[in-house]
């Protein structure tokens, strides 16, 4: 799928469908958020950047949570997904860095302490777009930072969000990486949808060499 298509596609359904129609909402961001918190040492002030990070309510945690984080900036490629979380914030809102991007064409301003990628990676069907993905993760994460990447497991569905996806389990999504990150931790973890059903996804911590 071109960049523009994705981004249309994207758009259409934050701006056409509430929270409760979206397969991936979560009252609650876990295990994302104990990941973070494992990953998170001392008073080191980190940055983080959630990507494809859509409605997620992680900002609202991670905003009050007491990992102290320097800066915090979510990256969608829908501007509605990002004007749902800012409205839900309000004036909080101004303390999160908001970006408005497609990951394969964005040029990371900056490394980051921690990446947070939960159901965004595996949309990259084609391999161009995987390459690009990983060349922009290899520049965004800061020597000996991590990023924790969720996606469908391999006993997960073979769709998202009516778009086909690439499944992975740790050693393939490590693999995908290539070798400036090696696999620190990992979990499974059964997601249940708004409508009960229930998707199995691999949570991946690796971390930058
Ligand atoms: C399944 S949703 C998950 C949203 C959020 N991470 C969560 O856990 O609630 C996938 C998100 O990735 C975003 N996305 C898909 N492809 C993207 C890309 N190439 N660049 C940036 N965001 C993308 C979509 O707009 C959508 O918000």
Not at 38 to 51: A, C, E, F, R
Not at 93 to 121: K, L
Not at 187 to 193: E, I, K, L, M
């Amino acid at each position: 799928m071109q960049s523009l298509d994705r981004q249309l596609y994207w758009e259409n359904v934050y701006r056409t469908k509430g929270e409760r129609e979206w397969s991936w909402f979560q009252q609650s961001p876990q295990p994302s958020l104990g990941l973070i918190e494992k990953v998170t040492v001392g008073p080191s002030q980190p940055s983080i950047v959630d990507i494809g990070g859509g409605a997620s309510s992680l900002v609202d945690e991670l905003l009050c949570a007491r990992m102290g984080f320097r800066a915090i900036t979510v990256l969608d490629l829908s501007e509605a997904a990002l004007d749902v979380s800012k409205a839900r914030l309000g004036p909080a809102a101004v303390d999160v860095n908001w970006i408005v991007a497609d990951v394969t064409t964005w040029q990371p301003p900056q490394a980051f302490d921690i990446w947070h990628d939960r159901a965004a990676f595996h949309f990259l069907v084609d391999e161009d777009d995987r390459k690009a993905y990983i060349e922009r993760l290899a520049q965004g994460v800061t020597a000996g930072g991590h990023a924790i990447i969720a996606t469908f497991a391999p006993d997960g569905p073979e769709k998202c969000s009516s778009l086909p996806v690439q499944r992975y389990d740790a050693v393939t999504l490590s693999r995908a990486a290539g070798s400036a990150f090696e696999l620190v931790d990992q979990q499974t973890h059964r997601h249940v949808t708004p409508w009960d059903s229930v998707q199995s996804f691999q949570f991946s911590v690796l971390r930058r060499r």
